[in-house]
T-cell receptor, first 114, second 112 residues
């Protein structure tokens, strides 16, 4: 499959478990953060976003937590399903003159076992 | 009802050739982007256009030239293709700068 030869962080969970994917970002000026899901052979798909004036945001089965003190972002997926298996990317937008320029993290491979 | 579409899906060509990838979005967004994803899945922005105006131009060889005939289209032309250009190229669009971006399905370019 496409993951052969990749050296991304991996997370393996059982169906029904909760998953937590972590991301460290680099720019303390970043004011907007997004999580994307990328399935094999497809483009990144928007999951959830958060602005720097918040520390938590919830969506359907997903929660994003932002800790600006340590520049850390996490994505929590509740009741993980096999269809959640994908590569997950965090991205940061530094704002200002680079407004709209997303810098992506390296990605985490999530594998959900039935 | 495709939101962001790209053509072709696959492109195999020889070194030295010139090729183009087309992108169209029907979301009414003002801003469009080109990204390159390498074999290690690393995604990096190349260009961004807002209302047909170039606003982001990363350190990309000038063999790569984006063209935006209107705000719904952003095409990527690549001259004198090199082996290192092999990658998956993604087009994306967003309602404005600093908002969520929606990606196309990607074009896998293989240079032989």
């Amino acid at each position: 499959g496409e993951s052969v030869g990749l050296h991304l962080p991996t997370l393996s969970v059982q169906e029904g478990d909760n998953s937590i994917i972590n991301c460290a970002y680099s720019n303390s000026a970043s004011d907007y953060f997004i999580w994307y899901k990328q399935e094999s052979g497809k483009g990144p798909q928007f999951i959830i976003d958060i602005r720097s004036n918040m520390d938590k945001r919830q969506g359907q089965r997903v929660t994003v937590l932002l800790n600006k003190t340590v520049k850390h972002l996490s994505l929590q997926i509740a009741a993980t399903q096999p269809g959640d298996s994908a590569v997950y990317f965090c991205a940061e937008n530094a704002g200002g003159t680079s407004y709209g320029k997303l810098t992506f993290g390296q990605g985490t491979i999530l594998t959900v076992h039935p | 009802d495709t939101a962001v579409s790209q053509t072709p899906k696959y492109l195999v060509t020889q070194m030295g050739n010139d090729k183009s990838i087309k992108c169209e979005q029907n979301l009414g967004h003002d801003t469009m982007y080109w990204y390159k994803q390498d074999s290690k899945k690393f995604l990096k922005i190349m260009f961004s256009y807002n209302n047909k105006e170039l606003i982001i131009n990363e350190t990309v060889p000038n063999r790569f030239s984006p063209k935006s005939p209107d705000k719904a289209h952003l095409n990527l032309h690549i001259n004198s293709l090199e082996l290192g250009d092999s990658a998956v190229y993604f087009c994306a669009s967003s309602p404005g700068r600093g908002t969520e971006q929606y990606f196309g399905p990607g074009t896998r370019l293989t240079v032989t």
